[in-house]
T-cell receptor
Framework: RKEVEQDPGPFNVPEGATVAFNCTYSNSASQSFFWYRQDCRKEPKLLMSVYSSGNEDGRFTAQLNRASQYISLLIRDSKLSDSATYLCVVISNDYKLSFGAGTTVTVRA | DGGITQSPKYLFRKEGQNVTLSCEQNLNHDAMYWYRQDPGQGLRLIYYSQIVNDFQKGDIAEGYSVSREKKESFPLTVTSAQKNPTAFYLC????????????FGDGTRLSIL
């Protein structure tokens, strides 16, 4: 089983729609969680950290479910510029960093 | 501006040739990392360094070598022993190898001629 798994998508949504997807992790002792955004043929860029209580940054909401070992990302009021691949990153208690393969989101006009 | 600079952006290698990818950061970060990304896959860790003159193998170190003679520099050599080197290579840094997020360079695309 992979340490971090994501639905590759693609999620094709119209502008203004809400899209949400999850990332599951296998190590129950994982301590830190992040969502990165990667545009085609570019480097990943940090989108947001994921806190235990859940957190929001504008149209983006991230949540952590430790019991079921997954994190989620929700994008409200999707924009064309939200089209990208979203990478889930999990850091274990021994500081090992694992990346998911990414979920591709395509927002259409 | 502070950041991570990778060069070259595109690199071509002949069979049996070693090539070196450059990574420089001026963020004063202690930790630096090299990842490889293949289509449809997540980033896989090749090597990482927590401090100058020290580095550790990642998950896929075979066929690669690194050095960390200066805090700001962490070059990666793709040796002829790496049989499938065509990939997108990303260098990253963080304040330490703790639980912080990482900053990435723009990446180098390596292809075999």
């Amino acid at each position: 089983r992979k340490e971090v798994e994501q639905d590759p998508g693609p999620f094709n949504v119209p502008e203004g729609a809400t899209v949400a997807f999850n990332c599951t992790y296998s190590n129950s002792a994982s301590q830190s969680f992040f969502w990165y955004r990667q545009d085609c043929r570019k480097e990943p860029k940090l989108l947001m950290s994921v806190y235990s209580s859940g957190n929001e940054d504008g149209r983006f909401t991230a949540q952590l479910n430790r019991a079921s070992q997954y994190i989620s990302l929700l994008i409200r009021d999707s924009k064309l510029s939200d089209s990208a691949t979203y990478l889930c990153v999990v850091i274990s208690n021994d500081y090992k960093l694992s990346f998911g393969a990414g979920t591709t989101v395509t927002v259409r006009a | 501006d502070g950041g991570i600079t990778q060069s070259p952006k595109y690199l071509f290698r002949k069979e049996g040739q070693n090539v070196t990818l450059s990574c420089e950061q001026n963020l004063n970060h202690d930790a630096m990392y090299w990842y490889r990304q293949d289509p449809g896959q997540g980033l896989r860790l090749i090597y990482y360094s927590q401090i100058v003159n020290d580095f550790q193998k990642g998950d896929i170190a075979e066929g690669y070598s690194v050095s960390r003679e200066k805090k700001e520099s962490f070059p990666l050599t793709v040796t002829s022993a790496q049989k499938n080197p065509t990939a997108f290579y990303l260098c990253a840094s963080s304040i330490s190898t703790g639980a912080e997020s990482q900053h990435f360079g723009d990446g180098t695309r390596l292809s075999i001629l």
